[in-house]
């Protein structure tokens, strides 16, 4: 709900305590999925950075950027493709 929500302090917060940014619920659907969703473009940065695997499918058979791109959410596109060169240049590992 945080993720869906935009409460970028918050998931930050729950990152720090050991959340896991992958998990997800009955329809597969991830933290990203819903922050792309609602076009939360700090939510996707900090949840990519913290590790979270942009390539996860939900029960639509989407990753989270097909979820965007499906709502319109041109700016989150923009954002995970920044967020994703930035993790790799910080040595996280991004799938």
């Known amino acids: 709900m945080a993720a869906a929500n935009g409460h970028v302090d918050?998931?930050?917060?729950l990152i720090r305590n050991g959340v896991d940014v992958n998990?997800?619920?009955?329809?597969?659907?991830?933290?990203?999925?819903?922050?792309?969703l609602n076009g939360k473009k700090e939510?996707?940065?900090?949840?990519?950075l913290a590790g979270a695997t942009v390539s996860l499918l939900n029960s639509y058979e989407r990753t989270p950027m097909d979820e965007a791109?499906?709502?319109?959410?041109m700016q989150v596109v923009d954002a995970v493709s920044a967020a994703v060169a930035q993790a790799e240049l910080q040595g996280v590992s991004v799938n």
Not at 23 to 36: F, G, I, R, V, Y
Not at 69 to 73: C, L, M, N, S, T
């Open 69 to 73: 791109v499906a709502r319109g959410e």
């Open 43 to 48: 939510v996707v940065k900090a949840l990519i």
């Open 23 to 36: 998990a997800s619920n009955n329809e597969k659907n991830t933290p990203l999925h819903w922050a792309c």
């Open 10 to 13: 918050i998931v930050e917060y």
